[in-house]
């Protein structure tokens, strides 16, 4: 039986929507992904077996075969794991819904079957929204980030066994919310600012653009010109600064 899954891919700073196609068939038990798939995605096998199998799910000796549409593109990271494990409950009709192609899945299983944290979440969120996808299913760390897209459905989830009771309407997950207004007001108020430095604009403004960036910067001068007491260079990293 074949299914098709949706889920997102990054390239750079921009998502991309990926098809997990999955066709389990009868023959000698097998797993191959195509696809461009890195080591990452092929070590997807015994994560996702083992995964299922701690869910209290069988995993039946099939011929299974993995294709991530678009085949051009190379799919790197772990994050595959949820949607090719979904592609395969779904072929394997242990999971019954009809409205598969409205959801996009995001994670990576551990062998216990929780899903792990992921990297990218955001522009993935933002991606989907522009494609008309409805509800993504990421996990339960990531809800937060992703809910400040509006216009999409984001279903937190920690294990497995939780995504296949939501999708076989055992189990209700509400949607994640975020008030975007109240967590801007709370981070733009801080202990420490520039409002007391008299002058020195072209100093505040190199450590402001460090601070936006996140990036280091290196603070060099002769004794006496305030930058530390001993007149040697000191490195300020600004990531730990907010604006």
């Known amino acids: 039986m074949l299914s098709i899954v949706k889920s997102m891919g990054l390239h750079g700073l921009d998502g991309y929507l990926i098809e997990v196609q999955v066709d389990v068939s009868a023959g000698l038990p097998s797993w191959e992904v195509v696809g461009l798939p890195d080591t990452s995605v092929k070590e997807s096998k015994e994560r996702v077996k083992t ?3 701690n869910s209290d799910m069988d ?16 799919k790197e990271g772990s994050l595959f794991d949820l949607p090719i494990a979904i592609g395969i409950l779904i072929a394997t009709e242990f999971i019954i819904n009809n409205n598969i192609s409205q959801y996009a899945f995001i994670g990576e299983l551990s062998l216990d079957g929780k899903i792990r944290k992921s990297k990218g979440v955001l522009p993935m969120c933002i991606e989907a929204k522009r494609l008309g996808i409805k509800n993504i299913v990421l996990p339960y760390e990531n809800a937060k980030e992703a809910a400040v897209v509006k216009g999409i459905n984001v279903i937190p989830v920690k294990t497995l066994r939780q995504v296949v009771d939501y999708l076989n309407g055992v189990e209700e997950i509400t949607p994640e919310n975020v008030d975007i207004e109240r967590l801007f007001n709370d981070n733009s108020k801080y202990n420490f600012d520039f409002s007391e ?7 505040k403004r190199a450590l402001e653009i460090a601070a936006a960036g996140g990036h280091n910067c290196i603070l060099i001068g002769s004794p006496g010109s305030r930058k530390n007491n001993d007149g040697k260079k000191i490195t300020i990293n600004t990531a730990r600064f907010k604006l």
Do not use: C, D, H, W
């Open 51 to 53: 995964a299922i199998k």
């Open 59 to 74: 995993f039946l000796s099939r011929r299974i075969l993995i294709n991530l549409a678009p085949a051009n593109t190379r």
């Open 197 to 203: 430095v008299k002058g020195q604009e072209n100093i």
